[in-house]
Structure formats: C-alpha cells, structure tokens
C-alpha cells in the first residue's frame, strides 16, 4: 500500500513555497516532465509523480570535493559514495533527503555537482538514517515520500516496470525557461549540436548543463574522446572548431569538385572529379615539398596508395549523396559541399560535456558555442545543409557504406529536427540577423 508523505504535514520553514511570479501569472514549468509532476501534484497522484520519475530518472546533489574524492577512491568507495545523499534535519528529529528532475537543476555551482540516480538506486542505497525523501523542493512540484521498506520495494518495482533508458533518446528536449535570448549567436550555437541532443535525449537549448551527471559525463569524455582531464578538453574542443579532427582529406576531394562546378556545372562526369582529385593531390606535393619530390604516378608508392583511396572517396560520396536525395536528406540536384558540420556539431556538445565534467569554465563554453555558431554560418546557407554535411562526415567516419544505424538514426533525427514545431531548427534561424 503506497503511503505518500503530503505536502501539508511538512515544515514550510525548512522548504518555503515557491514564489508566485510578481504579475499573478502560473508558474511556468521548465520542461514537459515538470509539467506533468505538477499537474500530478495537483491531484495529489504520488504514485503516478513516482511512476514518472522512475522513468526519467533523478540527480543528487554532492560537493564536488566529495565527488572528485569518489572518482579517486577504489570501487567499493565509490559504490559507498554513491548512496550519500544531501541532507536536512528537522526539527522533530527526522532526516529528509534531496533529489531533483533535470529541468530544475540550477545554474552550475564551483562546488557542487549534480549525479544521476534512478529510483532504483535510491531503493537500494538510501541510507537508513534517512526519513523522507523531497523531489524537487521548494519548487511547485516539489512531492515527499516516507523512505520505509515497503515504500522502497514500490520504488524498486516502479523502475523495473517504466525505467527504460532507451525511452529516454531520440526526442527533441526544449526547455521553456532560461535559454539564451532569442536571435543570439549562443543559441545559434547551441542549435547546432541538436543531432546529438537528439540522439541523446538532450535538452538542446540550455547552458546550465549537468547533462548526464557529472560522473556520467567524466566517463563519456574519457570512454568516447580520449579526454581525461582539462587539457585534454581544452585541445579537444579546440581541434573541434577549427575542424581539425575529421580528416582534412574530405573536404579536399568535396572542394575538387567545387573548382570543376564553376566551370561545368553541377552535373559532372565522376572520372572527372577523380581526374580532380588526384591532380589537385599531386600538385599539393609538389607546393609543399618541392618540384623534385616523387609526385608523379608510379614514383612514390605511398602516394599512389593515397590517391587511390580519394579517388575511391569519391564514388563514396557519390553514392551516400544518391542516397540521401532519395531519403529527402537533398534536394533532387543537391550534393554537400563540406563536412564541417561533423566537427562543429560535436563542438557545440563538447563544450556542454566539458561544462558537466568541470573541466570548462562557463565563460569557455559561451566562448566556444558562440565560435561553433559563426563556424556554422561561415560554412553552411541553412540548417539542411547543415544537416546533410554532418550525416555526411558521420557516415564516413563510421557508417563504411552500410546504410545501417550510423546512418538511419541520422536520418530519423534530421526528419524530426526538420519537421517538429518544437525543434530548433525551426524556431532558430539560420542566417544572423541584420542589424
């Protein structure tokens, strides 16, 4: 039997009711879920506010020292540290602990941090001391819970029902609340890592980021980038906005065929591109190493390897732009002209993962999306040509022409992102305003 804790026997004095707004309007939720927990609230549904939260999933408050002491600690510390929880104590002698939904998590504190939990997690590791539980306090939704056993067992079954972190991907997040100023380069820039807020099930417009916990996003970086500290993050990101991280040789075969458009238009002959290609190449050698370098065929076998492999590139692109114009990706006569936006949009979430693994200052992640908004525009006419020259770079670096999830789920986010009022794409423009 499910026992909820009422709003109307806690203490106002520990967690005072949120302000009214000063012109008497209702209070506007952050995001859809609180929406939906203060509706709960509202009805006085503690199980479906549960249900709810069980499926999202919540976030603990831990000083950072305590964190970085975790992270340091063998495995059996960090498990220890992982059931710690902020706590208040009442009057009356009872312990309340504190978690959050994503939506209501503060700006970043230098020395606080915010890690995920499930409710699960919480079944199994709340400390015995604790009494209650306060979901988003002293916020309207905020809801209490008596942390008994039986109480616990309900959470524990909740998140074996409804978690399902698959659920959590694929979905434009925007938040309502506390997103840079319309028309601004900082949200221009924050739209353009919107492919990976959508994949991950990102809120897309916020620069208050805990993203996935900051332990979370420690790991991400180290498991997926190779970045294990600040300076790591710092060379990174850099290499990132200047477009230093997928090959250079992409966009070299991609701007051969540029030169040979303005000349013959944009239906070419592709040995005509390869012909291109492999001219532009040799001619590289001999501007860089001189006009007695080995650079004409059969003098330098290494060469001749490499030119092979861009002549190979090209009917690569070829044919992923054959498929993309079949899938609506481009128009009937579209190609991409870079794969900029491979680098730029993974620039605009790097600064975002920097920011939740501490290693970026909140000046450096402004910095750097407003860096990822101008590098966008300087490259890109519109965001479904945005679009196409990130899957593009995507589907090269990892997709080996298999058509498989490296390309389909692209695709299904360039089909929302295109097509869904809510998504950026449609509600920032592209070009920049004119003064």
């Given at each position: 039997?499910?026992?909820?804790?009422?709003?109307?026997?806690?203490?106002?004095?520990?967690?005072?009711?949120?302000?009214?707004p000063a012109d008497g309007s209702p209070w506007q939720a952050p995001a859809d879920l609180e929406e939906h927990l203060y509706e709960l609230c509202q009805e006085d549904d503690a199980?479906?506010?549960?249900?709810?939260i069980a499926v999202e999933g919540l976030y603990r408050p831990v000083p950072l020292d305590e964190a970085d002491a975790a992270d340091a600690a063998d495995e059996d510390e960090r498990d220890a540290a992982a059931s710690e929880l902020l706590t208040i104590d009442l009057p009356d002698g009872r312990k309340v602990a504190q978690v959050y939904t994503a939506g209501v998590l503060p700006r970043p504190h230098p020395d606080v941090v915010y890690e995920y939990v499930t409710l699960d997690s919480l079944a199994a590791g709340c400390p015995d001391d604790v009494d209650l539980l306060v979901v988003n306090a002293a916020t309207p939704c905020q809801q209490f819970f008596l942390t008994t056993d039986d109480e616990r067992e309900v959470w524990s079954d909740l998140h074996a029902?409804?978690?399902?972190?698959?659920?959590?991907?694929?979905r434009i997040d925007t938040r309502r609340t506390g997103a840079p100023a319309p028309g601004s380069p900082l949200l221009h820039g924050l739209a353009c890592g919107a492919h990976l807020c959508f994949a991950n099930g990102d809120a897309w417009n916020t620069v208050d980021w805990h993203g996935a916990g900051h332990h979370n996003e420690i790991d991400r970086l180290a498991e997926w980038w190779g970045v294990h500290d600040r300076d790591d993050w710092l060379s990174v990101q850099e290499r990132l906005l200047t477009r230093d991280v997928s090959p250079w040789y992409w966009d070299f075969a991609l701007d051969a065929r540029a030169v040979l458009t303005r000349h013959h238009g944009p239906r070419l002959d592709p040995e005509l591109w390869r012909d291109q290609v492999e001219a532009a190449l040799r001619h590289r050698v001999v501007e860089t190493s001189g006009p007695t370098a080995p650079h004409r065929p059969g003098e330098d076998a290494e060469l001749d390897d490499f030119v092979a492999h861009l002549r190979a590139l090209v009917g690569k692109v070829l044919r992923y732009?054959?498929?993309?114009?079949?899938?609506g990706l481009l128009p009937p006569d579209g190609h991409v002209t870079t794969v900029a936006a491979w680098d730029i949009g993974r620039a605009s979430k790097m600064a975002?993962?920097?920011?939740?693994?501490?290693?970026?200052?909140?000046?450096?992640?402004?910095?750097?999306?407003?860096?990822?908004s101008e590098a966008a525009r300087s490259a890109y006419t519109s965001w479904e040509t945005f679009s196409a020259g990130y899957i593009l770079g995507r589907c090269l670096h990892f997709d080996e022409e298999s058509f498989g999830p490296w390309y389909t789920d692209v695709l299904r986010a360039h089909r929302a992102?295109?097509?869904?009022?809510d998504s950026p794409w449609l509600t920032v423009p592209f070009a920049a305003a004119r003064a």
């Open positions: 039997m499910h026992d909820e804790f009422h709003d109307d026997e806690f203490h106002d004095d520990v967690f005072p009711d949120f302000p009214a199980y479906g506010y549960l249900r709810a029902t409804h978690h399902r972190p698959g659920n959590l991907t694929n732009e054959a498929r993309f114009r079949a899938d975002r993962w920097g920011t939740g693994a501490r290693y970026a200052t909140r000046a450096e992640l402004f910095k750097a999306l407003e860096r990822a992102l295109t097509t869904d009022p």
